[in-house]
């Protein structure tokens, strides 16, 4: 089992900076494949950024060069994601979602069913 617990959140003015964090801990020996979702109130859930078990990234087109998902180098269980100038729009609960790790035992597991965290709220108003 994997547990995932999002923190980083808060309420900031629009042009601040945040950086969310997202920490695995269970039986997994390093996170591969994982994404950022959020959901505003009444919206679905989006997909933000992710990055793959090969570092290669992806980002809604809403927060290209804005945001960035970077590994804790020192800490494998550990995602952030960076996000800069931050507008109203940037509103949300985000979510952080791992659909591949490396296990305890030495191997690798892409899971068909993600793990996911219970979230943490950005509010951008100001």
């Known amino acids: 089992q994997v547990r995932l617990v999002e923190s980083g959140g808060g309420s900031v003015q629009p042009g601040a900076s945040r950086r969310l964090s997202c920490v695995a801990s269970?039986?997994?020996?390093?996170?591969?494949?994982v994404a950022w979702y959020r959901q505003a109130p009444g919206n679905g859930r989006e997909l933000v950024a992710s990055?793959?078990?090969?570092?290669?990234?992806?980002y809604a087109d809403s927060v290209k060069g804005r945001f960035a998902i970077a590994r804790d180098n020192a800490n494998k269980n550990t995602v952030y994601l960076q996000m800069n100038n931050l507008l109203p729009g940037d509103t949300a609960v985000y979510y952080c979602?791992?659909?591949?790790?490396?296990?305890?035992?030495?191997?690798?597991?892409?899971?068909?069913?993600?793990?996911w965290g219970q979230g943490t709220q950005v509010t951008v108003s100001g």
């Open positions: 979602s791992v659909r591949s790790y490396a296990t305890p035992w030495g191997g690798h597991r892409t899971t068909t069913n993600p793990y």
């Open positions: 269970g039986s997994i020996a390093g996170i591969g494949a």
């Open positions: 990055i793959t078990r090969d570092d290669a990234t992806t």
